[in-house]
């Protein structure tokens, strides 16, 4: 044991050497430039980070152990393991500061720094205070344990993720999203990002400066270029660097960590060829399309029934004016029938039914007055599962037989008075997947009842309108084409039948007092954009949702291109502008003309007698890939011998990344019969402060030139 007095001298000299280069990263670390054989010492921090852990703890318990103050060699051996304990911290700290320079920011790693050097600090003053107070050094050697375990959860958290630590004890919420409701990027992209590179790009981990756990800042991309470019696979980071051989260095993810499936690979790949867009819909993908094929397999797949088809001359006998029998889908024999109508209703028409009873999954009697009309029939229907009864004026009998229909999943009884005696009877339904009771009287304690008594259903009580507004959802357009020849039938709904759609036809928002409500199929025979919101009473009005139709236009005699777009959008050239096809809303479809070096510029040859009253520009819009709306269109005629300037505009600029999508542009020209057009289209020449892409050069992607 006599060997230990010098070799405490040594190292705790050797603290305040660690404690000095710490001190000099800690300070000056972000202007000194770390060599590599230093980075090497860096990432050895998960290694040498154990020691301390271990050496300090086992010093902690040694503090509350009496009987070592009274042997000597145990008072030595403790004091050994102390200080040894102390080195390996500092080293740890140097070590993480070190490692700390390469791609590491954030609150996480803050937190983990100084509760590192709090351990460092706090350890080295208990050690030299050793002989201080008793007292001080039991509360001290508490707080040094309190520290460790900090230091300890806030460093697993940048390796492992925030909830590393508690995730066993984490009750997961259940997901159940269905094909419905998916979105592309949140249920299907968002994920993959989760499970294969958010370790190195979140907070606190900043691998090249990118981060994947919040889109924002995701949408700026990292130190070398943009993560997405919506369309352009060669441009987005992204595509290029998932598609690097494994043993490239710039490969995503790194040969170390879990790599990519093939089917995750494509997904990525696909995501970004339909334009990387952030808020589509999975029903609003074409269904032809990888993209749609290999997102649909992760969601609740359309039950299999196992049941025969039936006689398809039968099924359409029974529809009608009132009554609609339809299959769930053309290649399942399940069935949904649906009354509408309240005056053509005829109670004994239910009978009619029983003919497909066994394929019938769903039936909708929303709004049908069935007072008095026995419904036990029901319970013969071997696979009904959704029963939609809203506002029928259901009496307590007939819920009564309804809840022993024990085939059904989903029930929707809302706008019916529910007695005690009622309630009772949907308390004995726990097959129920959902329930729906909007305005069905029901005091809380009744709600209360029917949540502890179904805990596996979802209930919807719908809103008590005490101060609460909530926002409506947007109009569906239907309309079958964008560009017709002749007329164009476009059709408008929402799933609450009782709001009002408003429109217009002009491009101009809709407002609820002078803007018409959409009672019928409309009818257009001319370019135009539809905008359209819903409104209703009680209820914040939707978002506006817009659409474009096109009238084929008058096709020049001659024509041609006064400028080349870029080689890589060139499309079919000059005819690609009057051949009568709708560009689709992505710019690598090869149905698009884009320049961002010079102006688009188009000139058109007429034959004498045409008279032109109206111009459109069908164009593309698509902020993420640098698409904007042109910062100039100009137009000119060629008429008595000169070009005269009538059309010198700036159209309205994007001031934000929405999603991609197509526009018009029209501008009347009063009749005229002019020799020659000229059309010019200036790309923005640099990028708004907003954009990720600041200051570099915007494009222009025309498709479509209609003259009317």
């Not at 060997?3 to 705790?12: G, H, T, W």
């Not at 040094?144 to 900090?150: D, K």
């Not at 060669?234 to 995503?252: A, D, G, V």
């Not at 609740?300 to 039968?314: K, T």
């Amino acid at each position: 044991m006599a060997r230990y007095p010098k070799s405490l001298n040594f190292l705790e000299n050797l603290i305040f050497v660690w404690f000095g280069f710490a001190l000099i990263i800690t300070v000056a670390g972000s202007s000194i430039q770390i060599p590599e054989w230093l980075q090497v010492f860096g990432r050895s921090h998960p290694l040498v980070l154990h020691f301390p852990i271990v050496l300090l703890l086992l010093g902690v318990c040694f503090s509350f152990v009496p009987a070592i103050e009274q042997n000597p060699d145990l008072k030595k051996l403790a004091q050994f393991i102390w200080i040894i304990g102390i080195n390996f911290a500092g080293i740890s700290v140097l070590a993480g500061l070190i490692l700390s320079q390469e791609d590491y920011a954030g609150e996480t790693l803050n937190l983990h720094q100084w509760t590192g050097w709090a351990v460092f600090i706090i350890a080295a003053v208990l050690y030299f205070s050793k002989d201080y107070s008793k007292t001080f050094l039991k509360t001290g050697s508490l707080i040094l344990a309190v520290t460790v375990v900090l230091a300890g959860h806030w460093g697993a958290s940048l390796t492992h993720g925030e909830t590393f630590l508690l995730a066993p004890i984490i009750p997961e919420e259940p997901t159940q999203t269905n094909l419905a409701e998916a979105e592309v990027f949140k249920d299907v992209i968002q994920p993959i990002f989760q499970s294969k590179c958010i370790s190195c790009h979140k907070e606190g981990k900043v691998k090249g400066k990118l981060r994947l756990d919040n889109v924002k800042e995701m949408i700026k991309g990292g130190k070398s270029g943009p993560f997405v470019v919506g369309g352009n696979l060669e441009e987005s980071l992204l595509t290029q660097r998932i598609h690097l051989p494994l043993e490239e260095k710039k490969h995503m993810p790194p040969k170390d960590k879990t790599q990519l499936s093939e089917e995750e690979r494509t997904l990525l790949t696909e995501w970004v060829k339909a334009g990387a867009v952030l808020d589509l819909k999975l029903h609003e993908v074409d269904s032809s399309s990888s993209l749609f094929k290999l997102a649909s397999l992760r969601f609740n797949p359309e039950p299999v029934y196992s049941f025969e088809f039936a006689d398809l001359d039968q099924v359409s006998e029974l529809n009608n004016y009132y009554r609609t029998v339809e299959p769930l889908s053309p290649e399942s024999p399940a069935l949904i029938a649906s009354y509408f109508g309240i005056a053509a209703f005829d109670p004994a028409s239910l009978t009619d039914l029983e003919e497909v009873k066994e394929q019938i999954i769903q039936l909708n009697l929303d709004k049908i007055p069935l007072t008095g009309i026995d419904l036990s029939f029901l319970k013969s229907w071997p696979n009904l599962e959704t029963l939609r009864l809203n506002f029928t004026q259901l009496d307590e009998s007939q819920i009564l037989e309804i809840s022993e229909i024990q085939t059904l999943k989903s029930l929707a009884i809302s706008g019916n008075k529910l007695s005690e005696k009622s309630i009772e009877g949907l308390l004995e339904m726990q097959k129920l997947r959902q329930l729906f009771l909007w305005q069905s009287g029901l005091s809380d304690e009744q709600k209360e009842k029917l949540k502890k008594g179904l805990p596996r259903t979802k209930i919807e009580f719908g809103y008590d309108d005490r101060g609460i507004i909530y926002p409506l959802n947007q109009p569906k357009i239907e309309q079958e084409k964008v560009l017709f020849k002749d007329s164009l039938e476009i059709k408008l709904s929402h799933p609450i039948k009782t709001v009002e759609v408003r429109y217009t036809l002009d491009g101009s928002e809709p407002d609820s007092l002078e803007s018409p409500i959409y009672q019928n199929p409309i009818w257009v025979n001319s370019s135009g954009k539809l905008q359209a919101k819903a409104y209703a009473k009680g209820w914040i009005s939707s978002n506006s949702v817009s659409s474009i139709f096109m009238k084929s236009g008058i096709s020049p005699r001659d024509r041609k291109l006064l400028s080349q777009p870029s080689p890589n959008y060139k499309a079919k050239g000059i005819e690609t502008l009057f051949d009568q096809v709708k560009g689709k809303n992505n710019h690598t479809s090869g149905e698009w003309l884009g320049y961002t070096d010079e102006p688009s510029w188009i000139e058109m040859e007429l034959d004498p007698s045409t008279k032109i009253k109206n111009i459109g520009l069908s164009l593309l819009y698509h902020e993420s890939a640098y698409i904007f709306p042109p910062t100039r269109v100009e137009i000119e005629f060629f008429e008595n011998g000169s070009w005269k300037k009538i059309i010198n505009e700036q159209p309205r600029q994007s001031t934000k990344i929405k999603e991609i999508r197509s526009d018009l542009i029209q501008y009347k020209v009063e009749n005229r019969s002019p020799e020659k057009i000229r059309i010019k289209l200036y790309p923005i020449a640099s990028l708004p402060s907003w954009h990720p892409g600041a200051g570099a050069k915007g494009w222009v992607f025309v498709d479509e030139i209609l003259l009317n």
